[in-house]
T-cell receptor
Framework: RKEVEQDPGPFNVPEGATVAFNCTYSNSASQSFFWYRQDCRKEPKLLMS???SGNEDGRFTAQLNRASQYISLLIRDSKLSDSATYLC????????????FGRGTSLIVHP | DAGVTQSPTHLIKTRGQQVTLRCSPK?????VSWYQQALGQGPQFIFQYYEEEERQRGNFPDRFSGHQFPNYSSELNVNALLLGDSALYLCASSIFTGGTNTIYFGEGSWLTVV
């Protein structure tokens, strides 16, 4: 089983739709979690951290479920500019703060 | 405030050759990590440098080596290049604060091995 798993998609949605991505992780000792966005042929950029209580940033909401070991990203009112690959990132604890990436979920927002 | 910078941005090498990629971390960051990203995959961790020492290493052969300098900049060296080494090589810098480290990437170096 991979350490971090994501559905690669692509998710093809119309503008204005709500779309959700899930990501599961295998190591229960994981301590911090992030979502990164990567545009085609560009570097990944931090979208948002994921906190235990859940957090929201505009149209984006991230949630963490430690019991089931998954994190989610919800995008409301999708824009064309949201088209990108969304990478789930998990950080282990215990001195080994090596961010581990999922393979990413591709989102295509069409008019 | 300069972000993470990498050079070169694109390069083409022949099988068997050696390559050196360079990275300057974001100002104030002391940790540099290198990742390899093949098309359609997420970034794969190669190794991490802190205080000029390799602190952690991923599942990559010894052909992949690195170095960190006193100013925190870093190099990634790959020897005996294989076609499969063609990928985007990403440098990420971070500093451990508040119980975690958030990483910031450079624009990457696109390596093509022919």
């Amino acid at each position: 089983r991979k350490e971090v798993e994501q559905d690669p998609g692509p998710f093809n949605v119309p503008e204005g739709a709500t779309v959700a991505f899930n990501c599961t992780y295998s190591n229960s000792a994981s301590q911090s979690f992030f979502w990164y966005r990567q545009d085609c042929r560009k570097e990944p950029k931090l979208l948002m951290s994921v906190y235990s209580s859940g957090n929201e940033d505009g149209r984006f909401t991230a949630q963490l479920n430690r019991a089931s070991q998954y994190i989610s990203l919800l995008i409301r009112d999708s824009k064309l500019s949201d088209s990108a690959t969304y990478l789930c990132v998990v950080n282990l604890s215990g001195g080994s703060y090596i961010p581990t990436f999922g393979r990413g979920t591709s989102l295509i927002v069409h008019p | 405030d300069a972000g993470v910078t990498q050079s070169p941005t694109h390069l083409i090498k022949t099988r068997g050759q050696q390559v050196t990629l360079r990275c300057s971390p974001k100002s104030g960051h002391d940790t540099v990590s290198w990742y390899q990203q093949a098309l359609g995959q997420g970034p794969q961790f190669i190794f991490q440098y802190y205080e000029e020492e390799e602190r952690q290493r991923g599942n990559f052969p010894d052909r992949f080596s690195g170095h960190q300098f006193p100013n925190y900049s870093s190099e990634l060296n790959v020897n005996a290049l294989l076609l499969g080494d063609s990928a985007l090589y990403l440098c990420a810098s971070s500093i451990f604060t508040g119980g975690t480290n958030t990483i910031y990437f450079g624009e990457g170096s696109w390596l093509t091995v022919v």
